[in-house]
């Protein structure tokens, strides 16, 4: 790991037990509220997307937004919410997925993209990889192209960046 990606990790305070006992929460809060990690952050996204042909960063429903919307900014790039069920007021598609502690459905309107559109899927962290892979399959649903699915964290003993590469995907997280 290089050293903006240490020095992001040092900002994540883990919350033990919560929202559960055996979960040890990846809380971000701590890295917003530090100015100089939070546009480490920012800065490590915009640096590995910069140059390349970006039409829309997708955000997932809630954490994602805060960095989707940070990363479609600077790549002057659209902004696609990837909501939680019954937040998008038009016509959606719908994906049914599995969390760490739960099940949950995502949604996205159905005008989110247009066919081939290049994207890159961004959220705050990768558990089980259930959220992202619903995300994917929304995505791909209204034809646009996934170019890499991203995140700040990757859990790796819970499997999800391998089955997310399994199923094909190219993915880039900050810290693990
Ligand atoms: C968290 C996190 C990711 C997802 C990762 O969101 O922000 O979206 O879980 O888990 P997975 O890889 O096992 O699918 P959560 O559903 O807790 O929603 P929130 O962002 O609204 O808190
Ligand atoms: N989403 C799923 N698992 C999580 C964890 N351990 N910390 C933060 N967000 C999560």
Redesign the pocket.
């Given at each position: 790991m290089d050293y903006f990606s240490e020095s992001i990790k040092q900002a994540i305070r883990t919350v033990p037990d919560w929202p559960k006992p055996g979960v040890a929460f990846r809380d971000i809060t701590t890295v917003l509220q530090d100015k100089t990690a939070f546009r480490k952050l920012i800065d490590a996204f915009v640096h590995r997307y910069h140059g390349q042909k970006i039409d829309a960063v997708a955000a997932?429903?809630?954490?994602?937004f805060i960095i989707g919307s940070a990363l479609a900014y600077e790549l002057n790039a659209s902004l696609v919410l990837v909501r939680?069920k019954g937040k998008l007021p038009f016509d959606t598609l719908v994906e049914d997925?599995e969390?760490?502690y739960g099940t949950?459905s995502v949604e996205l309107h159905k005008d989110a993209f247009k066919s081939g559109d290049k994207v890159v899927l961004v959220?705050?962290?990768?558990?089980?990889?259930?959220?992202?892979l619903a995300a994917t399959r929304l995505i791909r649903r209204i034809g646009a192209e996934i170019v890499e699915v991203a995140a700040m964290i990757d859990l790796p003993d819970?499997g999800?960046s391998r089955k997310l590469q399994e199923e094909g995907l190219q993915v880039y997280t900050v810290c693990s």
């Open positions: 997932v429903d809630a954490r994602g939680k997925y969390l760490e949950a959220d705050d962290l990768i558990a089980t990889g259930g959220t992202m819970l999800g």
